[in-house]
């Protein structure tokens, strides 16, 4: 399996996501039932993404923790991220809900924030070198 030698830049990318993942996963888990009246998304919706969130956001944190990487380590969390951003907008336009302004507020500015993290990490990953083959 291909490695990198993951660039500081790319780490500490992962690590924002980790924490944008865990900051976002426990606000969703825990107060899904105040959100899902302000957003407009069910309740089980809004705590399932959180309860999905986090255990993302532990890997993220090992990963950021990590000079070497497996190289489809960084393109599945890219891929993963890039997926995210799709889902965010296609559950504004698909009508499966019928979010509040401040829920299309919300999660636009997730999304937003999701690309702006993912662009980090191809940047870091794009600094990244190829890690030496132990012989």
């Known amino acids: ?7 500081r830049f790319l780490r500490n990318a992962l690590a924002l996501d980790a924490a ?7 606000l969703l888990a825990f107060a899904a039932a ?4 302000l957003l ?3 309740e089980a919706f809004l705590r399932g993404a959180g309860l999905v969130l986090l255990p993302c956001a532990a890997l993220l944190a090992l990963f950021s923790s990590r000079e070497t990487l497996p190289r ?3 393109y599945a969390v890219i891929g993963i991220n890039l997926l995210w951003i799709a889902d965010s907008i ?9 979010p509040t302004g401040l829920g299309v507020a919300f999660v636009l500015a997730q999304a937003a924030a999701v690309a702006i993290v993912t662009e980090l990490e191809i940047i870091g990953f794009k ?5 030496a083959v132990a012989a």
């Open 90 to 98: 296609l559950i504004l336009v698909a009508g499966w809900f019928a």
């Open 34 to 37: 105040p959100l899902a009246g």
């Open 40 to 42: 407009g998304f069910p």
């Open 20 to 26: 944008a993942c865990a900051a976002t996963g426990l």
């Open 127 to 131: 600094r990244s070198t190829a890690a």
């Open 72 to 74: 489809l380590a960084v």
């Open 1 to 7: 399996m291909s490695s990198i030698q993951s660039s």
